[in-house]
Structures are given as C-alpha cells and as structure tokens.
C-alpha cells in the first residue's frame, strides 16, 4: 500500500511540475522585463538606407557560352562601381561615370514602368538562359530587386532592355540580344 501511495504521489509532483515550471518562466519573464526611466521618451524612426549607397545595381550573369557577366553599381552623383566578370572588354573592377542627369533619367523611367509593382523574379526554369538582376532604391529607402530570366511581359521586357543596352554602352560591352 506504501508503495502505490507513493507512486500516486510521484505521478500527482509530476502532473504539477510543468504548471510550476511554466510559471517560473513567466516569472523570470516578468522581472528580467526593462522599465525605461523617461516614460516620454520617443521612439526614434528607422532609418532609411544609406543615401551614399547606390541607387540602381545591374548585373547580367553567366550562361554556359559566352554571355556577358559583369555588374555594375550606379550612384546618385553619377558614379558607377563596375565589376567585370566574364566576357567583356575589361575583366575585374573599375570606376566608370555618368552623369547625374542620365541617372536621375534612368531612376524616371523606373518609376514610370512602375517598378515598385514588378514581381522579385520572372523565370520559366530554363537552364542556360543568362539573367539580368536589376535592382532600384525605392521611396521608402529600399533597394527593390527584380531577376529577369524569361516569360516576363512586356513592359518588364522593355525597361531592362533600355537599361542593359545604356549600362553596356557604358560597360564598352555593346549592344547585345534583347535581355
């Protein structure tokens, strides 16, 4: 009998123990809880992306030929941070320049192609198809990106189009096929 009121004991501290942990928990939870001494103080606002960053990044990517792969970082003074990777005129990083008009032109177009609504990526899973990412600093301070592979309509088509064939001319890598 000792040993079945023991058991029964033993299962009842074990149904309980849990219930107690869990309000330990809370516990703790509750006094490790910071009390700030200014009530009043403000939140401060996030801040937005660094305005010295880039305004437009491009990049074509490799395909299994010998499809230009370079990338290039656009600045809103017309600054370009150019990186070539593979078949083009110059391989490895270098400065370029633009103006800030032909920027501020390119950042126009984005927002009347309304590039804030494109989707993040357009592809159709092909294996060898190079791809153009292109991304845009957004209003909000966010540096929206877009991978553009195939299948993707019409006036997607066309604004990285304009894009590629302004940052190859820039690029020297001349003009190539329609993506």
């Given at each position: ?6 058991l ?11 219930a ?33 960053g880039?305004?437009?990044t ?7 030929g ?52 494109f ?6 899973n ?41 940052f190859?001319?820039l ?9």
């Amino acid at each position: 009998m000792r040993h079945l009121a023991l058991l029964l004991l033993l299962f009842a501290f074990g149904l309980t123990l849990p219930a107690c942990a869990q309000k330990a928990t809370k516990t703790q939870k509750v006094k490790t809880k910071k009390v700030s001494k200014s009530p009043a103080a403000p939140a401060k606002p996030a801040k937005p992306a660094v305005a010295d960053g880039p305004v437009i990044t491009f990049e074509r990517t490799a395909c299994f030929g010998t499809c230009p792969s370079y990338t290039l970082q656009v600045f809103a003074d017309g600054r370009v941070a150019y990186e070539g990777r593979r078949f083009v005129p110059q391989v490895g990083k270098k400065e370029l320049r633009m103006s800030a008009a032909a920027v501020a032109d390119l950042l126009q177009r984005a927002r009347e192609a309304h590039f804030e609504q494109f989707q993040p990526r357009y592809t159709q899973n092909t294996s060898d198809l190079p791809s153009v990412i292109l991304a845009v600093r957004q209003a909000d301070g966010q540096l929206k990106a877009v991978w553009v592979e195939e299948g993707e309509p019409e006036n997607v088509r066309e604004l990285v189009t304009y894009f590629g064939h302004q940052f190859d001319a820039l690029a020297q890598v001349g003009v190539l096929s329609e993506k």
